[in-house]
């Protein structure tokens, strides 16, 4: 009998420091990484960041098409319909374009899509933005501008997912591997889409013909991470489309034909996932080098 009301007189003092905890408990995700839990917000399946690059060696017309792409491929009926197998059904979905470290446009603030009406409510909202372009190119900086939007976002997501698309590596502002590991520890999945083309920059600037590995060793990062590759801008829609059915499924293992578009590239250093800490053998800080030797040759002309 004492052994019973010892028992039960355990459960009530449990049951009280559980009902007394804040509200906003933290978690734990798998790679040790703090997820804020916060039991009043809605639930979704994921929340989703979408980081589209607007750099000088993308011109209008370019973002443009990338604009539509997203725009496209967000009412396509095999996103929604990923969307709508998931557990709660629905996704929150935030869209921004960055360049240099300062520049963060915020297109949509976060926005839930769980059927068809409201796939196409985000993408009318794309395509009615003004398009305009930066120059330089600040992966870093997009990154830590995802990082206040991720806590700010008003809905609880079973993933958290920062997806980077862009045609060159980072020149400006901080470290990009620097940054990448502070989104994983705030357990941030980031997955990247690149561009690669053979177009001369608009500033002569150069490019980097590997810029998936670049991707796949400094940038992307998480459970389950990884880059799609379009080869150029004639595929960027479709590219758009598988990534975002790969993003909202979760696949475990990821098609290798999923993840290239258009004639494969001739790359030096070709890896598939996962892509966290591979590294990257020309080093992560490339697009530096590259900046200062850009322009002391155009100093010392």
Not at 236 to 258: C, G, M, N, Q, T
Request: with cysteine.
């Amino acid at each position: 009998m004492i052994r019973r009301c010892l028992a039960i007189l355990a459960l009530a003092l449990l049951a009280s420091v559980s009902l007394s905890a804040p509200a906003s408990a933290q978690l734990r995700n798998r790679d040790g990484g703090t997820l804020g839990f916060d039991p009043n917000k809605p639930q979704v399946d994921l929340v989703l960041l979408l980081a589209v690059d607007i750099s000088g060696s993308i011109d209008p017309d370019e973002a443009r098409l990338q604009r539509e792409g997203y725009a496209k491929a967000i009412v396509d009926p095999k996103v929604v319909k990923a969307i709508q197998g998931g557990i709660h059904g629905r996704i929150a979905v935030a869209y921004f374009e960055w360049a240099d470290s300062f520049t963060d446009n915020q297109i949509m603030d976060w926005t839930l899509i769980s059927d068809a009406a409201s796939a196409e409510r985000v993408s009318q909202h794309l395509l009615a933005q003004p398009i305009r372009t930066a120059r330089r190119t600040s992966i870093s900086g997009a990154i830590t501008h995802a990082l206040p939007r991720f806590a700010a976002a008003p809905y609880q997501g079973m993933r958290r997912v920062l997806d980077i698309s862009g045609d060159g590596p980072n020149n400006d502002g901080g470290r990009v591997d620097v940054a990448r590991d502070m989104a994983l520890a705030a357990g941030i999945v980031i997955n990247g889409l690149t561009i690669i083309n053979d177009k001369q920059n608009t500033w002569g600037f150069p490019t980097l013909p590997d810029l998936d590995a670049y991707y796949e060793g400094c940038v992307t990062g998480g459970p389950g991470s990884f880059v799609v590759v379009a080869q150029g801008f004639d595929t960027f829609h479709e590219a758009v489309r598988r990534k975002l059915i790969l993003e909202i499924a979760s696949a475990p293992v990821v098609p290798k034909d999923w993840l290239q578009f258009g004639p494969r590239p001739k790359l030096n250093d070709w890896r598939v996932m996962p892509t966290q800490n591979q590294g990257y053998a020309k080093g992560c800080d490339i697009g530096e080098r590259q900046s200062q030797e850009f322009w002391r040759r155009r100093w010392d002309q």
